[in-house]
T-cell receptor
Framework: AQSVTQPDIHITVSEGASLELRCNYSYGATPYLFWYVQSPGQGLQLLLKYFSGDTLVQGIKGFEAEFKRSQSSFNLRKPSVHWSDAAEYFC???????????FGTGTRLQVFP | EAGVAQSPRYKIIEKRQSVAFWCNPISGHATLYWYQQILGQGPKLLIQ????????DSQLPKDRFSAERLKGVDSTLKIQPAKLEDSAVYLCASIAGGQVNTEAFFGQGTRLTVV
């Protein structure tokens, strides 16, 4: 069965610092992988997605993620965090040729000035 | 284009009462999902519609939850009777096609508090 693990429940960084949010997935074949962001009181917004091809994926708001098959990981990165990036981040996996999205438990990002 | 609309935004009810949520997906989106997001957890799929038919309701607690999408457009999710553990944000999402490699668009959600 598909599953997603986000090991970090809460991360705090200073504004301007780099960021890496971890995501590990479990799936027998090549999965579709997503990162969503949820600001307080808002719905989920897609940051980026990986289906195939280049394993380094660029997304909106300056985020990128790298798919590493050997580690079953899809970590989200940003070189310099802005205060407006404070939010909850969810990694999700979808199975090929299906319409199901399985979400991780999320990582709450706090940014200090 | 307009996004996924949900109402109400907030609802507070007492346990054993009933409540209904409404969702209007993006125009033309055939697939509609209802997710339950309990505080501190990721969204959990409750039910999925393809047009007006149910594709997957395996995670829906059918003894108290029901959902419909009669005309294949907007949808309602009902809880009757509500329990304390139903306190959560209920998210509606839609996609244009039938495969997850198309982007899912989410509404802002309805935050339900059962007291």
């Amino acid at each position: 069965a598909q599953s997603v693990t986000q090991p970090d429940i809460h991360i705090t960084v200073s504004e301007g610092a780099s960021l890496e949010l971890r995501c590990n997935y479990s799936y027998g074949a090549t999965p579709y992988l997503f990162w969503y962001v949820q600001s307080p009181g808002q719905g989920l917004q897609l940051l980026l997605k990986y289906f195939s091809g280049d394993t380094l994926v660029q997304g909106i708001k300056g985020f990128e993620a790298e798919f590493k098959r050997s580690q079953s990981s899809f970590n989200l990165r940003k070189p310099s965090v802005h205060w407006s990036d404070a939010a909850e981040y969810f990694c999700a996996v979808g199975a090929y040729n299906t319409d199901k999205l399985i979400f991780g438990t999320g990582t709450r990002l706090q940014v200090f000035p | 284009e307009a996004g996924v609309a949900q109402s109400p935004r907030y609802k507070i009810i007492e346990k054993r009462q009933s409540v209904a949520f409404w969702c209007n997906p993006i125009s033309g989106h055939a697939t509609l999902y209802w997710y339950q997001q309990i505080l501190g957890q990721g969204p959990k799929l409750l039910i999925q519609f393809q047009n007006n038919g149910v594709v997957d309701d395996s995670q829906l607690p059918k003894d108290r939850f029901s959902a419909e999408r009669l005309k294949g457009v907007d949808s309602t999710l009902k809880i009757q009777p509500a329990k304390l553990e139903d306190s959560a944000v209920y998210l509606c999402a839609s996609i244009a096609g039938g495969q997850v490699n198309t982007e899912a668009f989410f509404g802002q959600g309805t935050r339900l508090t059962v007291v």
